[in-house]
């Protein structure tokens, strides 16, 4: 069984041996590589997965300017102490009303819903950009399967395919079942024959595939070159302990990290616990220099960067065979594959290939990665959709607001450890650092 | 993409090295040279009016005919732009650049900004090919055009629709 | 974060007499947009840069317009001929009186 037993079970051996009279010197980390208690986040604060009680009694989320602010909390999270189950399967009988076809396009195309589109091709010059995760509906009324199928296959598909990437739009609570069977009666209106394609994009089996954003490292194509390349100031300069990186690391950040981020994500050994180099910079730049360098802090980015351009060129080294690896690659794999949020969805729905998953699909208008092609090796990346450095981390993160879930903290252990999963594909191949991607 | 060596401007870090050594590091602003006093060139007066493209299409260029440039000028453009701030467009003019045959000029309009001119590209035959490439901010979903005027007066046009969403999943 | 004025310029590194040569350059500035209140621009001294100048071997070979609608940290891409040995300048001038220059050194091997 791959789950996680509860870190607070590490706690109540403790309490229950000092109440019989034994003194233990530290309780034992539950699981191999796991710390003994919960990680204190050394994040900025909008990225630390806060859930603030608003003053009208709501719950309102800390999160990146422009994020949704909506609390998903009643849903399953990645934290290893999340023991909750998949959202109950639910199959209702649809409503006894007339579904109305127009009021379902306009749900079908709406974006803060899905869009639908995003998976799945309909008729319409206006739709675009619409995705193939899904099948294509674009003649879907011509199977004349029955309304109340329909309805159930988009209230709860997993009641009729388990395996199904889909979300159980009703059982989550996404549409109302009054909405469902506006969509219903929609999806019988499409039918053939279909008109001539006057635009090979609108539709994604024929639209041509992103041709990538030139080269990475040429600071006149790549924002974060400079902006890495500004992070050598920062490693002479002093903290409040007087010391700066480059007391102890001599020679600038290129020559004397020389390579070590090729080992990266690695247990560390003193903080009992997997790190990136984002978050080692968490710990160890305060201890050192004095100056605090949270996690996704514009210079906690920058100086990543700068230390993983210090590889640049070389494989990727992780030691895949020690212990605490080991078990962490199994719980990160294993939250890879999790249900999670709302609407269900495991990072391989999207980010793998196999048995009808979305990798090399389009959602929506963006191809989706494949994670096994080995990805992490460009991360920090700019990403031109958001003018900005984005670190892994936050590549996680994101995910939960369109997913309707809780992110957690950007140090949280459980994205260390799903790091080094994601991390594993990238073995033996070059880091290439800083990355460009949409 | 070619490979090539980078060559710095002259940064901010080396000039108050430099003028550190001359103990005048304290008057360096951002700029190389000390600015020359601003005559406010970015105010709103200077920036021209807000106007439709055809009434910027009538104040460039008049009433002189325009002819459709497709066979002759390649625009390269995203069919759905990956953030509106920043979108990439590469204009390559077909025209030998002899004195007597070159383009003279390429400007770039985005029908739908408020201003839409976005740049106009003074060439000579020194620069042996008519290519010119940038990243333009668009605020919504507009026709971008390219118009090539030649050393004889004549203009070309060329325009491709660009796409500007954001947001939601696969967005 | 890199200085306003900073120039990057991107040449080939390899570069024979007569060659017509692709220049890529980069300036950091903020390419201020007009601010709106109630539906209203703002008057303001926007700061952008509005004209580029290309000089080669000391003469100019190009020159720019440019508006709010290009991009933060401009970039841009031309091509010119590379006659001789020298220096291929780049200068930026922005709307609060800026100056900024990159130069690229063109050889030939």
Sequence with gaps: MLRAPLRSGAWVTLATLLAGGCVQSEPKPVSPGLPPSPWISRAIPEARGDVKDSPDGTKVAVRYKGWSTEDFGRFRTYAYDDPRPDIPLARPPMPPITGDPNKGRSLFLNRSLGPCTGCHLIQGEDVWP?????PDLSTYGDRRLPAEYTFNLIHDPRTLFPQTLMPAWGAAGLLKPE???HIVAFLGTQKGPLPSEKDPERDPRTRAKPQGFGDNLDPTNNPAVLRAEGADDLWEKKGP???????????????AMKGVAARY????????????????????????TGRPLPEESGDNLDLTMRIKMAANGMPVSLDLAKPEHRAALERGKASFYRKVGQRGHACADCHTAANGRGADKFLGGRLLANVENGLTRHFPTWRTSQADVWDMRKRMQWCMTPLGMNMLAADAVEYAELELYLASFDQGKPISVPGIRH | MERGRNEGGITRRALLRALGALGLSGLVGSAVERPRPAAAQGNLASLG???????????????????DGASSIKLDLPLIAENGAVVPVSVEVDAPMTPQRSVKAIYLIADKNRRPLNAKFNLTPAMGQAYVSTNLRLGESTD???????????????????????????? | MADIGLVRIRIPSSIKPGDVVKVRVLVIHPMEIVQRKDGKPVDKNYHFINRVVVSYLAKEIAQFETTQSISENPFFAFAFKATEPGPLRVTFLDTHGGKYEGTADIKFS
């Design chain 1, 130 to 134: 619409a995705g193939d995760v899904g």
């Design chain 2, 144 to 171: 971008v055009r390219a118009i090539a005027e030649m050393a004889d007066g004549a203009l070309l046009m060329a325009k491709r629709e660009v796409k500007v969403t954001i947001g939601g999943c696969g967005g």
């Design chain 2, 49 to 67: 009016p807000e106007e439709s493209v055809d009434a910027t299409m009538k104040r460039l260029f008049g009433g002189r005919p325009i002819k």
């Design chain 1, 241 to 255: 302990a007087a010391k700066a990186c480059a007391d102890c690391h001599a020679g600038g950040a290129l020559s």
């Design chain 1, 265 to 288: 994500p690695q247990y560390v050994a003193q903080y009992r616990r997997v790190m990136s180099i984002e978050d080692f910079l968490t710990v160890h730049a305060p201890e050192t």
């Design chain 1, 179 to 181: 909405e469902i069977a």
